[in-house]
DNA sequence: ATCCAGGTACCCA
DNA sequence: TGGGTACATGGA
């Protein structure tokens, strides 16, 4: 094979930056880009080509500076502690026991860690996720970056800013696989590159920032609050798609039955079920079940013998 | 071939 | 407010 880059630079998870799992981290399906060869994973960070491989406690890397290395794979957040408060919530509402099925999924998506994104890189990318399955949702976005971004190092391009998919044709835009999404696409990119600051985080805030994500096209609760968990890292907010309407219907069933009545559990239903199941980092406990939903579910794989 | 996927906009009661 | 439906496309 050909020769890896000179001058990689080594960073030692080990004082106080465990658990991290980068293939977790990467493939579970909260950012599309990264592309694994070998060991060692690349992808685009602050429009440069990174990248990085991990071995054992200690993370390789190359294309960025040790500080944006932290801040984009959030080491420095205690996922221990953030595990331990998970669990603390289950069990204070859970008197009879502790959530069995929990710590499996603890123990399944050990080191996974929800990073810190680009917001409109994660906006398009999760209007692009609607109605679609991951890998058609890859090749979306990589039709995207090929036919619009920049190119850069490596044959890697950039992912194409507003101003470029504003201005693009329409048609351009669906034969990058976009179907119906196309407009959505044009249409946010039109309203970000009109308003610059839209996306800046002091103006995502709370449920106010959830409203302006609401209000672009193509984007209704469920996209919102990717974009609020996985570039602005409310860590609270509870993404519902259908795997993990599935997995709360089947394993926590309706528990308040006084006063509602049995219809059908809304998005905000399931969404604050969880806020209140799983307490204020809800979103880390909702990307660990999505990511054992193969696990989870009977759609998934074979399904569990021993599960009912 | 048929069904489904990290949903949303739109319409109707 | 809540329930049905069209929407483009690819993967399984």
């Known amino acids: 094979m050909g020769m890896v880059p000179v001058r990689m630079k080594t960073f030692d998870l080990n004082p106080g930056h465990l658990p991290f799992d980068l293939d977790k981290t990467l493939d579970c399906g909260q950012v599309f880009r990264w592309e694994k060869e070998g060991d060692e994973w690349r992808g685009i960070v602050n429009g440069s080509l990174v990248s990085v491989r991990q071995k054992e406690a200690c993370l390789i890397y190359d294309g960025i500076t040790e500080d944006d290395l932290i801040a984009y794979f959030n080491l420095n957040l205690d996922l221990a502690g953030v595990i331990t408060s998970i669990r603390d919530t289950i069990s204070s509402g859970n008197p009879c026991g502790r959530d069995t099925l929990f710590e499996n999924v603890f123990q399944a998506g050990n080191g996974l860690r929800i990073i810190r994104q680009d917001p409109w890189e994660c906006l398009i990318s999760f209007i692009c996720s609607q109605n679609s399955n991951i890998p058609a949702i ?23 800013s507003p101003e470029i998919i504003a201005q693009a044709d329409l048609s351009a835009i669906c034969s990058c696989k976009t179907g119906y999404r196309a407009s959505y696409i044009s249409e946010t990119a039109r309203r970000i ?5 839209f996306l800046s985080p002091v103006r995502i ?10 209000s672009l096209p193509g984007v209704g609760p469920k996209v919102a609050d990717c974009v609020l968990l996985f570039a602005y890292n409310y860590y609270q907010v509870v993404p519902v798609d259908v795997w993990i309407r599935s997995i709360i219907t089947r394993y926590y069933p309706r528990d308040d039955p006084e006063g509602s009545t049995n219809r059908k559990r809304t998005y905000e239903d399931i969404s604050s079920f969880c806020q209140n199941y799983f307490g204020s980092y809800a979103g880390y406990a909702q990307q660990l079940l ?11 794989k074979e399904p569990d013998p021993k599960e009912t």
């Not at 090749?139 to 619009?148: D, V």
């Open 138 to 160: 890859k090749k979306r976005i990589s039709l995207l970056c090929s036919s619009f971004g920049r190119a850069g190092s490596g044959g890697y391009h950039h992912f194409p």
């Open 205 to 214: 805030t709370g449920e106010h920032g959830r409203e302006q994500l609401m």
């Open 290 to 300: 999505f990511a054992a939903r193969s696990e989870l579910t009977d759609t998934g």
């Open 193 to 197: 590159r009109d308003e610059p600051d």
